[in-house]
């Protein structure tokens, strides 16, 4: 078992920024995050291989966010840049990858956080 922990989420206006983490209790080889707006399915945001630093990026990301690592604290990062009302969701943490599945597939992780609201206003 492992545990999960995010946080850094908040509201904030369009275009500001916000830093979210998340703690693991152990190492894994992969940790990402997802997120999930009302009414929509939990889709991957970004994920990281904590070996080699080695990231994954959905195609909406277009180089306003970014996953990075620190080792020493099991913990990853995902900075948030000119963020968009519709980036609005909650956002989860997930690790240890099935190897099943994309790198950036809902059902390709074991373990997930609880989630940490991001409400963007216009």
């Known amino acids: 078992q492992a545990q999960l922990v995010e946080t850094g989420g908040g509201s904030v206006q369009a275009g500001e920024n916000l830093r979210l983490s998340c703690a693991a209790s152990?190492?894994?080889?992969?940790m990402g995050w997802f997120r999930q707006a009302p009414g929509q399915e939990r889709e991957g945001v970004a994920v990281?291989?904590?070996?080699?630093?080695?990231?994954w990026y959905a195609d909406f990301v277009r180089g306003r966010f970014t996953i990075s690592r620190d080792n020493a604290k099991n913990t990853i990062y995902l900075q948030l840049n000119r963020l968009k009302p519709e980036d609005t969701a909650v956002y989860y943490c997930a690790a240890d990858r099935k190897n099943r599945e994309s790198v950036l597939s809902n059902n390709e992780y074991r373990y997930w956080g609880q989630g940490t609201q991001v409400t963007v206003s216009s």
């Open positions: 990281i291989n904590m070996n080699g630093g080695s990231a």
């Open positions: 152990r190492y894994f080889n992969h």
